[in-house]
């Protein structure tokens, strides 16, 4: 469906005097008004790290305050056009996706630390803010923002947000939710909604800050949040642990569980990544011989003493269950160990075509429909899929590449996708058999949309499109993403 497009002159100027000069930049004009970007550049803008989709905008507003933001959002509901919040698109679900049209709105200039909370602890912060950037800040306060994945270096908060991100310490700290004191949304109304965050209880009637924390902005566009703090772990201890197979990983998991072990991460990958991240990052090989199966386990020393975890490990060597272990024995070393894992997506989509999977399963299931989605590869030439993820938690990131080293500098990307597209409702069919979720913690966006149903019923998707009315009557944030047509 193609959207209603701004480009009049009447539009581009409401605009421009809701922005300031400079901050309202038309794709024709990119190159030539200063904004110091190519149309390539002003294309990434309405795109996420998911290749399957393709930008197709001609307007780019960078607002530096949410009275911007709200003032532009307003204009466009009244005026019916369509907006895609931008953040640092690393998205995997065509979540920020601009392809019918849609003016993006990027929060990337909203970038501030607002205020520091000690006694809550709590940071308030706007939505632009680097992931990475907040954990820098948290710790130099002496406290630990729980939000850790590979993507940090870009993501930003009101995207980790708006996907309610997980990542490698879910385990330990949950999902993103769990942490969100407060939040200041504009919704597609142009209401703005303040949910105070001074104050952790609040028990004054349904939590609507909720509706918008993995609602993928479809809802409304978050301004700030206030984000509670953890605290740092004091010895933060990482092992490479070498296992015959996924069951035996989770037997290993519930074995530390059972002695007192509380992981702060627990990630397995296959053989399979490894061999891709060995080829692509110029890695050894971790241990003497390869292994069917890694598990990264990363705890606190402080709480469960080192000698006593080697000792545990001892046992399990003895009764199979591991069949290598390399400790990390400085901080250098433990970044190397992490390296193996948080290089695996890099990877893949740097040296394959890729089909990308991110599934929630119960604990029992996984070894089954792991040996399934093997069996239905196995007709398809050229293709074989790999697995990892965060299994301490239940996700299972499942890709399925290409075969051949630099196969996808040889290959076309769209032969691919075409040769593969049937394995999806394949895929999903099966995850919903097993009381699964297609999206464990990607979000929906283009993606997913139309198997939605595998996950969620009929009457939870009607209310869904029933709050969009609500928040958002026009429709004119983030359209087509989540929700069937």
């Known amino acids: 469906m193609k959207y209603k497009r701004a480009t009049s002159t009447e539009h581009i100027s409401a605009l421009r005097a809701c922005l300031p000069a400079g901050r309202v930049i038309v794709r024709d004009e990119s190159s030539s008004e200063g904004s110091g970007l190519n149309e390539a550049e002003f294309l990434e803008y309405g795109r996420d790290r998911l290749a399957q989709f393709h930008p197709d905008f001609d307007l780019l507003l960078l607002p530096d305050s949410s009275e911007e933001v709200i003032a532009a959002v307003r204009y466009c509901k009244e005026h019916n056009l369509t907006l895609v919040p931008s953040g640092g698109r690393t998205g995997l679900a065509g979540g920020a996706v601009a392809g019918q049209g849609e003016i993006v709105l990027s929060l990337g200039r909203m970038n501030r630390v607002l205020e520091f909370q000690p006694r809550l602890p709590a940071i308030r912060c706007e939505a632009g803010v680097i992931t990475a950037e907040l954990q820098r800040y948290a710790a130099e306060q002496g406290f630990c923002f729980p939000l850790d994945l590979a993507a940090a270096g870009s993501s930003q908060i009101g995207g980790n947000i708006a996907t309610n991100a997980g990542g490698t310490r879910v385990i330990r700290y949950g999902m993103l939710r769990d942490w969100i004191v407060g939040l200041k949304v504009v919704t597609g109304a142009g209401d703005v909604l303040t949910f105070p965050g001074g104050i952790l209880k609040n028990n004054t009637g349904p ?30 201890t990482t092992v490479l642990i070498g296992v015959p ?36 990052l110029n890695v050894a090989e971790p241990f003497r011989e390869p292994v069917p199966g890694y598990v990264l386990l990363e705890w606190d020393a402080a709480e469960f003493d080192f000698d006593d ?18 400790p990390a024995t400085s901080s250098t070393q433990s970044a190397e160990l992490w390296r193996l894992r948080e290089g695996i997506s890099e990877s893949i989509s740097m040296t394959r075509h890729v089909r990308k999977y ?10 089954g429909f ?66 699964g979720s297609i999206s464990a913690e990607h979000g929906i966006g283009l993606l997913k949309k139309d198997y939605l149903h595998l996950s969620r019923s009929a ?16 429709g004119i944030l983030n359209p087509g993403k989540v929700i069937p047509d």
Do not use: W
Not at 208 to 234: V, W
Not at 312 to 322: S, V, Y
Not at 358 to 367: G, H, I, N, T
């Open 358 to 367: 991110d599934v929630s399963l119960p604990a029992e299931c996984f070894a």
């Open 207 to 236: 939590d609507l800050k909720h509706a918008f924390i993995g609602s993928e902005g479809i809802y409304g566009i978050i301004l700030e949040a206030t984000i509670r703090l953890a605290i740092a772990p004091r010895q933060p």
């Open 309 to 326: 975890a080697v000792t545990m490990f001892a046992g399990m060597e003895e009764r199979h269950l591991i069949r290598a272990l390399r």
């Open 245 to 280: 197979d996924i069951d035996v990983a989770q037997v290993i998991l519930q074995e530390l569980r059972r002695q007192g072990m509380q992981p702060l991460a627990f990630e397995f990958f296959d053989q399979g990544c490894l061999e891709i991240v060995r080829e692509h």
């Open 459 to 474: 009457v939870e998707i009607d209310y869904m499109r029933q709050l969009k009315s609500v928040f958002d009557p026009a």
């Open 370 to 435: 792991q040996a399934n989605v093997i069996a239905l590869c196995r007709d398809m030439a050229h293709v074989y899929p790999v697995f990892f993820g965060h299994l301490g938690d239940g996700n299972l990131h499942v890709n399925i590449v290409s075969s051949g080293a630099e196969s996808r500098r040889t290959g076309d990307t769209h032969e691919f996708m075409e040769d593969t597209g049937n394995i999806d409702m394949e895929i999903y069919k099966l995850i919903g058999s097993l009381n």
